[in-house]
């Protein structure tokens, strides 16, 4: 239970440092024109705001941090047992599925991938093949592929959480679950490389706003 | 009425139907109780501790259907331990000696073995419906009992249990001559099953009703099966993950739209955007559809299905639906009774969610609206307001704002005058949960107005004692409170103790009740047992080292005629008072168990 002691701690420590994190991260764009951005589309700045003042005259939780808002880690949530109160089946359900969006430039509309149906790199590219055969080459992870025309080298990039153009493959693949969300991913040009999960969540994080500091979301930069 | 020969009395008590009524003619006299025992079938046992088995059969041994529930409601959060209780065996094993006509068992966040599914297999032989819902304990090879030994089988309903899959092929052990299922449910189910079994089953049984499939079955099984049983009423598709350019594709809508009779549509696990053109053919006769879990359609894939729906009674979805999407079933979906909007995204804030807008829009579309949960990131007094007078006829109210202690993002303001305007207006309501911000107030209101009330579940809510106070002295048809991470002490837990005898059970968790108020609780009340669960780390086993003031993590406290159980793992303690000659015979013998861990 999160009110207990313990519980009490743990929250508020990562909640710190979700907050110092934040903070501090170096960014190139203008993040915050995207991050309030999110916050009218959420509303929750005030939320956050209040909550942290009505919280203080419920006693024994004051330090709590249930409440995900701009600086606070989903991982506080995530630490209230039984909150929300969705049955594990469902919640089994939900976090099996890791859909993600995949948006080739040049190709009129988006397709859907799960994640999770997919071992690593060469599976993913193969599916994303499948989906967009009228328009992809095959790409091999070591070769570059060359704009036959100009010369010009493709690459595939995507979109991190502050809005920054970022290259894809940095950062090994490891599958794992997480909960339903969307991300894009655009290749240069009309091709897409081998493309990592963690990468993926990044991106996701962008749409949504969200920071997560858990340890399955964290991005090396 | 007593002069009336006792197969009158008896011809006339099987107009009543529902089991409180029953039991009420039961106490009219003792005559009318003789009667009524001897001719109830249909038995309701709603706290499997509340009384022996053995005690339920001698008082009805003519009971021919038995319905038991075991944990408490918060077990589905894993608020409660593993291995609480809730054991099906005394069950089943009190019916083999007792009531070996039994035909119907169902079961309810109980703990269900291999071993009690193969002694139940075995021991009825007019045995015809089993359903277990939210248990645990069991495997395929327990299904593989029930398969191969009980013959005449109707029906098989799994719903959202815990099924370990051993791998053994359980559907092919119906006998080649079983041809009697109405209606079969794995929906649950993680494994595999061997395709065609399946639709050899299917096709030799002609009664077959309802079926739902689970996520192992593929498209091209589920054709070969809807094929065979054009007459299925209720269906779940499975995994249903196909594209909408094959063959395959066009086969099931050509299959699809022979199916005149399909009422409720669900499953559609693996379901990707466009392959829900094959379903349209059907969607003009649905009443039920549940939606809720496929993850992978959104917003307007789900509009262009609902969009068809005219006579949707119930409608299952997620939260990706958005406030579009309900506004399409508002004005799409007239006759709508029930509505669940579950989240998609438990752990962060969605990007597509609904909000007060979207309940606001279905209030006003849909008149006949009368059981509702909602989860949803934001909630207003004002939407409140609007729904409770547009829908008057809610009977089960259940909102979750997925933030705890969020206030209306308008006015800042608690959601005590929201909620008030349903309990005011919702005259019927029988079930209601809280959320969002929420002082004494809100208790308030629904001691004063919410009378029918039998079901309350709070959390993150409320300032003092005085909110449970409110509760329990103005809801007098409450069975049910359950509670959680709110301020009530002891001084709301022992206001009135009287009042626990006549509700089911009450369950508190991460609120200010300490030890020595169970104990006094306990003292007071020898027909209540009052269960505190510990779970604290590192704690020592001596009761003597825990003082009374020491907070109570979790308390279930529920009547019973059965004293306290003899089942109670090591983290529990027990309270009961001292034995004295006024507690009935029944009640047991056991002393307190103690611990903590």
């Known amino acids: 239970m999160s009110t207990t002691e313990t519980g009490n701690s743990s929250t508020t420590e990562s909640a710190v440092s979700g907050l110092d994190y934040e903070e501090t991260q170096l960014t190139l764009a203008a993040s915050g024109a995207s991050r309030s951005e999110l916050e009218r589309k959420r509303g929750f700045s005030e939320g956050v705001d209040l909550s942290l003042e009505t919280k203080d005259f419920l006693s024994g939780s004051s330090d709590e941090a249930p409440i995900s808002g701009a600086g606070e880690p989903s991982a506080a949530k995530a630490q209230v047992v039984g909150w929300p109160p969705v049955r594990s089946f469902r919640r089994n359900v939900l976090k099996s599925c890791t859909y993600v969006k995949v948006a080739v430039d040049g190709t009129p509309y988006l397709r859907k991938v799960d994640l999770e149906a997919h071992a690593g790199y060469q599976q993913l590219l193969t599916a994303l093949e499948e989906m967009f055969s009228c328009f992809t080459a095959r790409n091999y992870p070591n070769e570059r592929l060359v704009d036959p025309v100009n010369g010009t080298e493709y690459v595939p990039t995507y979109e991190d959480k502050d809005g920054d153009w970022m290259l894809i493959g940095d950062v090994p693949w490891k599958v794992r679950s997480s909960s339903n969300f969307t991300g894009n991913i655009k290749g240069f040009g009309s091709h897409v490389e081998a493309i990592n999960k963690e990468e993926l969540e990044g991106a996701i994080s962008t749409i949504h706003g969200k920071h997560h500091s858990t340890e399955n979301n964290l991005v090396e930069w | ?597």
């Open chain 2, 1 to 597: 009425m007593t002069y009336f020969p006792e197969e009158v009395v008896e011809h006339i008590f099987d107009f009543l139907g529902s089991h409180r009524d029953r039991n009420a003619v039961s106490t009219v006299c003792k005559a009318w109780y003789h009667v009524e025992r001897f001719s109830r079938r249909n038995v309701f046992v709603g706290n499997c501790y509340a009384i022996r088995p053995e005690r339920v059969m001698a008082r009805f041994p003519g009971m021919k259907s038995l319905s038991v529930k075991g944990k408490p409601h918060f077990a589905d959060y894993n608020l409660v331990p593993y291995d609480w209780g809730g054991f099906a065996l005394p069950w089943i094993n009190a019916a083999v000696r007792r009531c070996p006509g039994l035909e119907d068992l169902r079961l309810k966040r109980m703990v269900v073995t291999d071993d009690d599914l193969d002694l139940l297999a075995r021991s009825f032989p007019n045995f015809r419906s089993l359903v277990l819902v939210s248990c645990e304990g069991f495997s395929t090879d327990g299904l593989a009992a029930i398969a191969t030994y009980c013959r005449g089988l109707r029906e098989l309903d799994l719903q959202e249990n815990e099924v370990e899959d051993h791998g053994r092929q359980w559907l092919s052990c119906f006998h080649e001559s079983c041809t009697s299922l109405v209606s079969l449910n794995f929906a649950c189910l993680k494994g595999e099953v061997n395709a065609g079994v399946l639709e050899r089953l299917v096709a030799r049984c002609p009664n077959l009703r309802s079926l739902k499939l689970n996520r192992a079955v593929s498209v091209e099984s589920l054709n070969e099966i809807v094929a065979r049983a054009p007459y299925l009423v209720d269906l779940g598709t499975g995994s249903f993950a196909v594209d909408h350019h094959t063959d395959a594709y066009q086969r099931l809508m050509n299959s699809f739209s022979k199916c005149k009779s399909l009422s409720s549509l669900s499953g559609f696990w693996e379901a990707s955007p466009h392959c829900l053109d094959a379903v349209y053919p059907v969607c003009i006769n649905l009443t039920v559809l549940n939606m809720s879990y496929a993850p992978a359609i959104q917003a307007d894939d789900l509009i262009k299905l609902i969009s068809l729906c005219f006579k949707l009674q119930k409608l299952w979805v997620l939260d990706c639906i958005g406030d579009k999407g309900l506004a399409v079933v508002a004005s799409t979906c007239k006759e709508l009774q029930e509505l669940r909007v579950f989240p998609s995204d438990i752990y962060g804030a969605g990007a597509t969610s609904v909000t007060e807008e979207g309940l606001v829009a279905i209030s006003s579309g849909c008149p006949k609206l009368n059981s509702l949960l909602y989860f949803c990131y934001q909630m207003t007094n004002a939407a409140l307001i609007t729904v409770a007078k547009n829908c008057p006829h809610f009977t089960r109210f259940r909102l979750c704002i997925l933030d705890p202690w969020k206030p209306d993002p308008v006015t800042n303001q608690p959601l005590d005058e929201g909620f008030g305007a349903i309990v005011r207006s919702c005259k019927n309501l029988r079930r209601l949960s809280l959320s969002g911000l929420l002082t004494d107030q809100v208790f308030l209101y629904i001691g004063l107005y919410a009378k029918c009330l039998e079901m309350l579940s709070i959390a993150f809510a409320g300032d003092s004692d005085k909110g449970m106070v409110y509760i329990l002295k103005g809801c007098k048809n409450l069975r049910k409170l359950e509670i959680r991470d709110c301020p009530f002490g002891d001084i709301a837990l022992l206001n009135d103790v009287a009042k626990y005898e006549t509700m089911r059970s009450l369950w508190m968790s991460s609120c200010d009740v300490t030890l020595g108020g169970c104990k006094a609780l306990a003292a007071k009340m020898p027909r209540l047992n009052v269960e505190i669960i510990n779970e604290s780390e590192g704690s020592d086993k001596l009761e003597e080292n825990i003082s009374d003031l020491h907070k109570a993590e979790k308390m279930y406290v529920y009547r019973t005629v059965a004293g306290p159980r003899n089942d109670a793992p090591d983290f529990i303690e027990a309270k009961e008072a001292k034995r004295n000659s006024r507690v009935p015979k029944e009640s047991g013998r056991r002393r307190t168990l103690v611990v903590v861990q």
